[in-house]
């Protein structure tokens, strides 16, 4: 009888990949209520009032399946911590700062529709860009190149002067000029969460350093604290005209159609604009059934845009990409939807996990429409992409 083969060593076994996963528990304790959805008011004749759809569980669920699912071996824990204050100025203004301090000085306010500071809110807003900024700086020092900051509240409707959509700091935003500051050239954000990157964009409209990307439902503007519209003419101002791309897909474009604009958009402008570093700033609320946008995305279509991204940043970023966690209010769902995210960004050949609500039925051919439209109006009116 032959003898048996040896054993491989243990390294062999490891994975090729790893993912940094900073969090900080102390991101839990922002608590914005209950009420009709995302209001806070209380009508008086309802006897179940919803949880705010920007609260704890869905990150809860997050965590979990990270620890207890079959990507754990992949994932490399790592601490968050609180900004201290004067990293803040990089991206907003002092007068937003102290508007924020008084703000939790008072111990509840409602900053902008749906938008509340309570106590322990300003605590974990803290936390959730420090821990944001750790993780770009452990991608900066040459620790590892691939990191996810799982932090909340979420952050890219954040201006440098104003609270919107749930986020109070610019968690991203503020990576992103970390990143430019400790000597990164040039850097490109793509922004998937269903809801246009607004605060973002806004921070950067007038750079051509930056390059931000957002493919969002088309919900245009929805008041005062989001005065963008997230149309294809928001191209930037100045210097960087142009350096600012919208991609608003028509409700319900699913896996097919995010794939065609990926590859028909987000990649000639990558390859053309060749950032040193690459920030996917993710939301499953693009994800079928999510409360806040019916984008109808799957496990698949998520899995697909991860390893788009993950092909970009070796060609182009040394295969660095800071992964930043922004919206998904399905408790459940939005957990399994990160993980396959997380698969495609470590570029895993098959699905880890199978799909518990399984394929939307979709039709791609009106949204096959919009992006071509999109990318003729790029090729006429965006000057590195003519």
């Known amino acids: 009888?032959?003898?048996?083969?040896?054993?491989?060593?243990?390294?062999?076994?490891?994975p090729r990949d790893v993912i940094h996963v900073f969090w900080h528990e102390g991101m839990l304790d922002h608590d914005a209520g209950a009420g009709v959805f995302d209001t806070g008011f209380d009508p008086g004749f309802l006897e179940v009032l919803d949880k705010h759809p920007e609260n704890a569980d869905r990150v809860r669920n997050m965590?979990?399946?990270?620890?207890?699912?079959?990507?754990?071996?992949?994932?490399?824990?790592?601490?968050?911590?609180?900004?201290?204050?004067?990293?803040?100025?990089?991206?907003?203004?002092?007068?937003?700062?102290?508007e924020l301090v008084q703000a939790n000085v008072a111990g509840h306010k409602e900053l902008c529709p749906g938008t509340f500071m309570n106590p322990g809110s300003w605590g974990a807003a803290l936390l959730a860009a420090g821990t944001t900024l750790s993780a770009m700086k452990y991608i900066?020092?040459?620790?590892?190149k691939l990191a996810y900051a799982l932090v909340r509240p979420p952050g890219h409707h954040a201006q440098p002067c104003r609270a919107d959509g749930y986020c109070f700091l610019n968690n991203a935003g503020l990576a992103v000029q970390l990143a430019l500051d400790?000597?990164?050239?040039?850097?490109?954000?793509?922004?998937?969460?269903?809801?246009?990157?607004?605060?973002?964009?806004?921070?950067f409209y007038r750079s051509d350093n930056v390059l931000t990307i957002s493919l969002h439902m088309n919900h245009g503007s929805w008041g005062p604290s989001h005065p963008q519209n997230g149309s294809i003419d928001e191209v930037g101002e100045g210097s960087g005209f142009g350096y600012n791309l919208n991609i608003p897909l028509p409700n319900g474009t699913g896996d097919e159609g995010y794939a065609y604009a990926m590859n028909q958009l987000v990649v000639p402008a990558i390859q053309k604009f060749e950032p040193g570093l690459i920030v996917?700033?993710?939301?499953?609320?693009?994800?079928?059934?999510?409360?806040?946008?019916?984008?109808?995305?799957?496990?698949?279509?998520?899995?697909?845009?991860?390893?788009?991204?993950?092909?970009?940043?070796?060609?182009?970023?040394?295969?660095?990409?800071?992964?930043v966690q922004e919206g998904g209010y399905h408790v459940t769902y939005s957990a399994y939807c990160l993980h396959a995210t997380l698969e495609g960004v470590l570029n895993l050949p098959a699905p880890l996990l199978s799909d518990p609500i399984a394929y939307y039925p979709e039709d791609k051919a009106f949204t096959v429409k919009v992006v071509d439209s999109i990318k003729q109006y790029w090729k006429e009116c965006i000057p590195f992409l003519g």
Request: net charge negative.
């Open 1 to 14: 009888m032959d003898p048996q083969p040896p054993s491989p060593p243990l390294t062999a076994a490891l």
């Open 63 to 98: 965590v979990s399946i990270l620890r207890k699912g079959p990507l754990a071996p992949f994932v490399s824990w790592h601490p968050g911590r609180p900004a201290h204050l004067s990293e803040l100025f990089s991206f907003h203004t002092a007068e937003y700062v102290e």
């Open 140 to 144: 900066l020092d040459g620790n590892g």
């Open 182 to 203: 400790s000597g990164c050239r040039k850097a490109a954000v793509i922004d998937i969460d269903v809801h246009h990157g607004n605060g973002t964009a806004e921070g």
């Open 280 to 323: 996917l700033v993710v939301g499953q609320d693009s994800s079928a059934f999510d409360p806040n946008g019916r984008q109808c995305l799957t496990m698949a279509g998520y899995k697909k845009i991860g390893e788009v991204v993950r092909k970009l940043a070796d060609m182009h970023s040394e295969g660095r990409i800071l992964v």
